[in-house]
């Protein structure tokens, strides 16, 4: 904020003026003239200046201007614009003190406060409707409201399938491969429940086939293809 230097007077435009109003200095020892210079001067020094500072000057300005007129010129009656004028500025002078208060709150960080050693009591909560409501007014209400909600669909039962990993389905016919040393493809295929079992046991063989733990044989097209235990699974095993 700019510094005034006047004769009897250094210091921002807001404490002149607060200093005037508590009649701590008299408004005649003070040239408007020289003020207005000053700030002129600062203004064409000063690039890019908040709009916010010109218009305090103004305003500030403009409430020392009508001291000093009354004191000029103590006959004159206010007219309506210098009434609202005065309110303006009573109102600007409450916000600039809330602006400090606001600044000096964000300078310390501190946003929030809490109450010390005052504690709510705890209160039950207590119904009380008006006097026009009954019993049957509530029913009705309850019964309005009831009626809106969907109802509750019961969703139709079904079984969960489990459901087998390649992992588990490779292990299975090992078992099967040791125990009779070949196996009948479609045979292998008739055991399963569902379309996703079949893929999962194909999956299963290529990959067996794939690490030559077995091989398929199949004598003639469209022949069942049969899965043996291959001779390279028995040079792992051993």
């Given amino acids: 904020m700019y510094q005034f230097k006047l004769d009897k007077f250094e210091g921002p435009l807001d404490l002149l003026l607060k200093l005037i109003e508590e009649e701590e200095l008299d408004i005649s020892e003070v040239s408007l003239a020289k003020v207005t210079e000053q700030y002129l001067n600062y203004l064409e020094q000063v690039?890019?200046?908040?709009?916010?500072?010109?218009?305090?000057?103004?305003?500030?300005?403009?409430?020392?201007?009508?001291?000093?007129?009354?004191?000029?010129?103590?006959?004159?009656?206010?007219?309506?614009?210098?009434?609202?004028?005065?309110?303006?500025?009573?109102?600007?002078?409450?916000?600039?003190?809330?602006?400090?208060v606001i600044q000096k709150t964000i300078s310390r960080k501190k946003?929030?406060?809490?109450?010390?050693n005052k504690r709510i009591r705890d209160m039950e909560p207590i119904f009380n409707p008006p006097k026009s409501i009954t019993a049957l007014n509530l029913k009705m209400l309850f019964q309005g409201v009831l009626g809106n909600i969907e109802p509750i669909l019961k969703l139709p039962q079904e079984m969960i399938k489990k459901t087998v990993s390649i992992q588990e389905k490779i292990n299975e016919i090992r078992e099967i491969i040791l125990k009779k040393s070949s196996l009948s493809f479609g045979a292998l295929l008739s055991?399963?429940?569902?379309?996703?079992?079949?893929?999962?046991?194909?999956?299963?063989?290529?990959?067996?086939?794939?690490?030559?733990?077995?091989?398929?044989?199949?004598?003639?097209i469209f022949d069942d293809i049969c899965i043996e235990k291959s001779s390279q699974e028995s040079i792992i095993n051993n």
């Fill in 191 to 220: 055991k399963a429940e569902s379309k996703t079992e079949i893929i999962v046991t194909f999956l299963a063989i290529l990959e067996l086939v794939k690490n030559q733990s077995v091989q398929v044989l199949q004598k003639n």
């Fill in 47 to 100: 690039q890019d200046l908040p709009m916010g500072e010109l218009a305090d000057f103004l305003v500030v300005a403009a409430k020392l201007l009508l001291i000093k007129s009354k004191i000029l010129l103590p006959t004159l009656e206010l007219e309506e614009e210098e009434g609202d004028l005065e309110q303006q500025l009573k109102i600007y002078r409450i916000f600039l003190e809330a602006s400090k």
């Fill in 111 to 116: 946003f929030a406060y809490f109450r010390e």
